[in-house]
Each structure stands twice: as structure tokens, then as C-alpha cells.
């Protein structure tokens, strides 16, 4: 990728990212533009299961997203570069037992490493790697800051799927002392875009373009008779839901959140509040016209 500038080194931030990168056909596009983030350090790239997704996929479905990891790094030539490491293969079974995985390691090495620069994680998918890693060392709290695409829309929520996923991970993140970013199913929909767009921007885009877009198109033909999910995919259109993460890590949109008392979830994943006097950050919405035109000049880059 040409190079026009360079972030000064005391802006950079360390970040781990936390995917189920083969739910979808989203995921994908937020890991590269990720990975073409100069502001960006990436410890590595957790896999994270997403077992509940049309009932398939029980205990394969980590290794699934962990294949797909590879299978990007690969085409960027970054294999050598960048971790992939795999996480839980399954929800919590309650509260207060975590799963060791290599992800849950690599969080809390990160966080209690003396190192000065920032971390953060961002977490595309379930929190249970997250939860695992805090209730094995608590203390990764006082230098984390998580960044999570998740829960229903503020003050009711409701059903949401990467909340779905695992409802005790998420109790156990929003119960703790993490400095957390919360973007809700709301906020992360405002991320819209056509695949005429994308055929536009991201295809001629050197092979990961070509493959960001035609894995996309394959996965909206593959489930257009489906019936889990009436109405999905739309046929035509996309929201490229993963990708708030990386804008608001590139400029934190101060305007665009309120602090509010952490809550905790209900069984039919509804807020409970009044539990928790600690705040959160929650996005009421993102700046999709900066974090879409970044993203597609870092690709249109590539070509340079």
C-alpha cells in the first residue's frame, strides 16, 4: 500500500480483535480494514464461536472463524505478521467459570504487560473470551478498554445476536470495572451500503477486494431461502455491522455517546438497570460516511 503519511508513534494504539468471522460476510471487511489501519498495532486476531447461529455449527463453528482469519491474513501476506489465535468454543455455562483458550491468554498477557501504549479490544461477536480472561485475572480491567457490537437498542433492548451468543459472558463484562465502549444493534445498522457500491469500491480492489466482495455475494445467495431469519439478507443490500470498531478507534465520534450506568441483561436479553452505579460508554451513532470513504481509500491504495 502506498504510504502518504505516517501516525506519530505516540498516537498508536495496541489492539486485539475478537471476530466470528465466518457468521456472516461482514466481519471479514472490518478485519481489513483493520489490518490497513496505520494507527493500529495488532497483537492478534481471536476466533470466536457463534454455535447458536441457525442451530449449526456446535463446537465448530470457532474453528470455522479461525479458518477464515487464516485465510485473510493469508491474502494480505500478513500470515507472518499478525497472530491468529483461536478462542472459546462454546457460551459460559454460568458466571463464574471461564474457558481457558489461546485468546483468553492473549488478553490478559497484553493487559498485564508493561507496556505504555493504549489497548484495546474490539469484540465483533460473543464477550466470552472477554469474560473468560477477566474472571481468570480481574486485574486486566485497569489497562483494557473494550470496544463491543452488541446489545439492543438503549433504554428496552431485546433480542440482538452477538448478545445472543452468549448472555453470561455479557453479564459478566457489564457487572465488571472494564472502561467499555458499547455500539448497539441500532448504531452498528447505521453501517449500510449496496453491493453495487461494493462492486464498485471494494472489487477492483487487488485479490482481498475481489474476495470481500464475492464472498459477500455468495453468502447472500446461499441464504436468500432461508427461513431462520425472514427478511435476511435483503437481496441488494448490506450493513457492514463490525465496521463502527474501527471508526470509532480512529476518532472516538465524543459527540456521538452518552455515559451511561452499566445494566445487565435479562434472559430475553432486555436491560436491567439500577444494578451498577459504574458508566459505559454508549454510541447513539457513528460516523458511517468517514469510516466507509477510509476504508475504501486504504483498499484503492493497494492498487498504488
Given at each position: 500500500?502506498?504510504?502518504?503519511?505516517?501516525?506519530?508513534?505516540?498516537?498508536?494504539?495496541?489492539?486485539?480483535?475478537?471476530?466470528?468471522?465466518?457468521?456472516?460476510?461482514?466481519?471479514?471487511?472490518?478485519?481489513?480494514?483493520?489490518?490497513?489501519?496505520?494507527?493500529?498495532?495488532?497483537?492478534?486476531?481471536?476466533?470466536?464461536?457463534?454455535?447458536?447461529?441457525?442451530?449449526?455449527?456446535?463446537?465448530?463453528?470457532?474453528?470455522?472463524?479461525?479458518?477464515?482469519?487464516?485465510?485473510?491474513?493469508?491474502?494480505?501476506?500478513?500470515?507472518?505478521?499478525?497472530?491468529?489465535?483461536?478462542?472459546?468454543?462454546?457460551?459460559?455455562?454460568?458466571?463464574?467459570?471461564?474457558?481457558?483458550?489461546?485468546?483468553?491468554?492473549?488478553?490478559?498477557?497484553?493487559?498485564?504487560?508493561?507496556?505504555?501504549?493504549?489497548?484495546?479490544?474490539?469484540?465483533?461477536?460473543?464477550?466470552?473470551?472477554?469474560?473468560?480472561?477477566?474472571?481468570?485475572?480481574?486485574?486486566?480491567?485497569?489497562?483494557?478498554?473494550?470496544?463491543?457490537?452488541?446489545?439492543?437498542?438503549?433504554?428496552?433492548?431485546?433480542?440482538?445476536?452477538?448478545?445472543?451468543?452468549?448472555?453470561?459472558?455479557?453479564?459478566?463484562?457489564?457487572?465488571s470495572n472494564l472502561?467499555?465502549?458499547?455500539?448497539?444493534?441500532?448504531?452498528?445498522?447505521?453501517?449500510?451500503?449496496?453491493?453495487?457500491?461494493?462492486?464498485?469500491?471494494?472489487?477492483?480492489?487487488?485479490?482481498?477486494?475481489?474476495?470481500?466482495?464475492?464472498?459477500?455475494?455468495?453468502?447472500?445467495?446461499?441464504?436468500?431461502?432461508?427461513?431462520?431469519?425472514?427478511?435476511?439478507?435483503m437481496g441488494e443490500?448490506?450493513?457492514?455491522?463490525?465496521?463502527?470498531?474501527?471508526?470509532?478507534?480512529?476518532?472516538?465520534?465524543?459527540?456521538?455517546?452518552?455515559?451511561?450506568?452499566?445494566?445487565?441483561?435479562?434472559?430475553?436479553?432486555?436491560?436491567?438497570?439500577?444494578?451498577?452505579?459504574?458508566?459505559?460508554?454508549?454510541?447513539?451513532?457513528?460516523?458511517?460516511?468517514?469510516?466507509?470513504?477510509?476504508?475504501?481509500?486504504?483498499?484503492?491504495?493497494?492498487?498504488?
Open positions: 500500500m502506498q504510504s502518504y503519511f505516517e501516525v506519530p508513534e505516540s498516537k498508536k494504539i495496541r489492539l486485539i480483535i475478537n471476530t466470528d468471522a465466518k457468521n456472516e460476510a461482514d466481519d471479514q471487511f472490518a478485519i481489513v480494514h483493520a489490518l490497513l489501519t496505520k494507527k493500529f498495532i495488532i497483537k492478534g486476531i481471536i476466533a470466536a464461536h457463534f454455535e447458536r447461529k441457525y442451530g449449526e455449527g456446535k463446537e465448530k463453528s470457532m474453528e470455522k472463524s479461525y479458518a477464515e482469519i487464516v485465510k485473510i491474513l493469508s491474502l494480505m501476506k500478513m500470515e507472518k505478521q499478525i497472530p491468529a489465535l483461536k478462542g472459546a468454543t462454546r457460551p459460559l455455562v454460568d458466571e463464574k467459570s471461564p474457558q481457558m483458550s489461546e485468546g483468553a491468554e492473549l488478553i490478559i498477557k497484553e493487559a498485564l504487560a508493561d507496556d505504555p501504549r493504549p489497548l484495546y479490544a474490539g469484540f465483533m461477536g460473543t464477550l466470552t473470551d472477554l469474560a473468560s480472561a477477566y474472571l481468570l485475572a480481574p486485574r486486566i480491567a485497569e489497562k483494557l478498554n473494550v470496544v463491543w457490537i452488541g446489545g439492543g437498542e438503549w433504554p428496552k433492548g431485546g433480542w440482538e445476536f452477538n448478545l445472543n451468543g452468549d448472555v453470561d459472558a455479557a453479564n459478566v463484562v457489564f457487572r472502561n467499555l465502549w458499547q455500539i448497539p444493534m441500532n448504531v452498528y445498522r447505521m453501517m449500510r451500503v449496496t453491493l453495487t457500491e461494493l462492486a464498485c469500491k471494494v472489487r477492483p480492489c487487488a485479490e482481498i477486494g475481489k474476495y470481500l466482495f464475492q464472498q459477500m455475494v455468495d453468502y447472500n445467495n446461499g441464504y436468500a431461502d432461508s427461513t431462520a431469519y425472514p427478511g435476511f439478507p443490500s448490506w450493513v457492514l455491522g463490525d465496521s463502527p470498531i474501527i471508526g470509532a478507534l480512529i476518532e472516538d465520534h465524543h459527540h456521538d455517546y452518552d455515559l451511561r450506568p452499566a445494566p445487565t441483561f435479562a434472559r430475553d436479553m432486555s436491560y436491567a438497570h439500577g444494578q451498577n452505579s459504574r458508566n459505559i460508554r454508549v454510541y447513539k451513532n457513528i460516523d458511517a460516511r468517514m469510516t466507509l470513504e477510509d476504508f475504501y481509500c486504504k483498499l484503492a491504495l493497494l492498487k498504488q
